[in-house]
């Protein structure tokens, strides 16, 4: 109980920013469909990822739409080096379907994941980006 009068207490002391309150309304257009590609596509991408890595975020894209106009959709919206990365991902996720002991690919998809959560900034500012458009 004391915790929860602490945070209420501190939340009263800090309230949103302006670009805070954008940046929580951006991911619930997200989560209700209503951003425009390639948004969507990249915000999906950066929860798939941070969620399970890219193994994860191709095995639900492909079950829920076309992977490859998602793919082509980020490959519009991402920085030079992210794109060339979210390229090996799929490129070993696709021999690991065809041979999931394959481990090259598995190596090659592990340092995808980490290249990408070492510069997930990049992706976080598009989409600060975009929020701040928000009104």
């Known amino acids: ?10 939340e009263e002391e800090l309230p949103l920013t302006e670009e ?10 997200w989560s209700d469909g209503e951003i425009e590609s390639p948004y969507n ?3 999906t991408y950066q929860s798939e990822v941070n969620n399970g890595g890219h193994d994860q ?3 639900n894209t492909s079950d829920n739409s076309d992977i490859e106009k998602e793919l082509n959709a ?3 919206i991402l ?7 979210l390229k090996k991902a799929y490129k070993a996720y696709l021999k690991l ?10 190596e090659i998809l592990e340092n995808a994941d980490n290249n ?17 458009k928000i009104e």
């Open 1 to 10: 109980m004391f915790f929860n009068l602490f945070k209420k207490k501190k």
């Open 20 to 29: 805070d309150k954008k940046w929580n309304k951006m991911w619930d257009l």
């Open 41 to 43: 596509e990249l915000m």
């Open 57 to 59: 975020y191709f095995l």
């Open 74 to 76: 980020l490959y519009e």
């Open 79 to 85: 920085p030079e080096e992210a794109k060339e990365n």
């Open 97 to 106: 379907e065809e041979n999931e002991d394959d481990e090259e690919a598995q």
């Open 116 to 132: 990408f959560w070492e510069n997930e900034e990049q992706i976080t500012e598009i989409i600060k980006k975009r929020a701040e």
